[in-house]
């Protein structure tokens, strides 16, 4: 079975109680679980991890590359300016593997600076607004990818 890590970013640890009305009202849990199923029916081996710490996201994607896995991730608030997660993340796609770039709600629809990520240049590609389905959408995308 195809591993894939979904890692996740700054304040995500807080979804469900913050700001709903954005991030909806699903918890990190409901992630793990539901990232857990929708890897099972799709033949992947999903496991979901979450960090405010910059380097433990950037070892997160080292291991990544060192394991073959491919990555989903949701960068956070480090979308907008971490440098170390964008080359991170190159390395993950330079080495051969997918990485999808998810968010929660449609970043281009909310304040400026949440306008440009660093990150997705350097992803496969993105998926943005569709709540906890991104994450679904991300899945189905690395696996029709890998089946392609």
Same mark, same amino acid.
């Given at each position: 079975?195809t591993r894939?890590?979904?890692l996740?970013?700054?304040?995500?640890?807080?979804?469900g109680?913050?700001?709903?009305?954005?991030?909806?009202?699903?918890?990190?849990?409901?992630?793990r679980?539901?990232?857990a199923?929708w890897?099972? =029916?799709?033949?992947?081996?999903?496991?979901v991890?979450?960090?405010?710490?910059?380097?433990?996201?950037?070892?997160?994607?080292?291991e990544?590359v060192?394991?073959?896995a491919?990555v989903?991730?949701?960068?956070?608030?480090?979308?907008?300016?971490?440098?170390?997660v964008?080359?991170?993340?190159?390395?993950?796609?330079?080495?051969?593997?997918?990485?999808?770039?998810?968010?929660?709600?449609?970043?281009?629809?909310r304040?400026?600076?949440?306008?440009?990520?660093?990150?997705?240049a350097?992803?496969?590609?993105t998926? =943005?607004?569709?709540?906890?389905d991104?994450y679904?959408?991300?899945l189905? =995308?690395?696996?029709?990818?890998?089946?392609?």
């Amino acid at each position: 079975m195809t591993r894939v890590l979904v890692l996740n970013g700054p304040n995500l640890g807080r979804l469900g109680v913050r700001e709903p009305e954005i991030y909806g009202s699903a918890s990190m849990a409901d992630l793990r679980r539901s990232g857990a199923a929708w890897g099972e =029916a799709l033949d992947l081996e999903v496991e979901v991890r979450q960090t405010d710490d910059e380097s433990e996201l950037v070892g997160w994607l080292h291991e990544a590359v060192d394991a073959r896995a491919h990555v989903v991730l949701n960068p956070a608030a480090f979308t907008h300016y971490s440098y170390a997660v964008r080359d991170a993340a190159a390395q993950v796609t330079t080495s051969g593997l997918l990485l999808v770039e998810v968010h929660l709600s449609n970043p281009a629809t909310r304040e400026s600076f949440r306008h440009h990520s660093v990150v997705g240049a350097v992803a496969t590609g993105t998926v =943005a607004g569709f709540g906890f389905d991104s994450y679904r959408l991300a899945l189905e =995308a690395v696996a029709a990818r890998l089946a392609a």
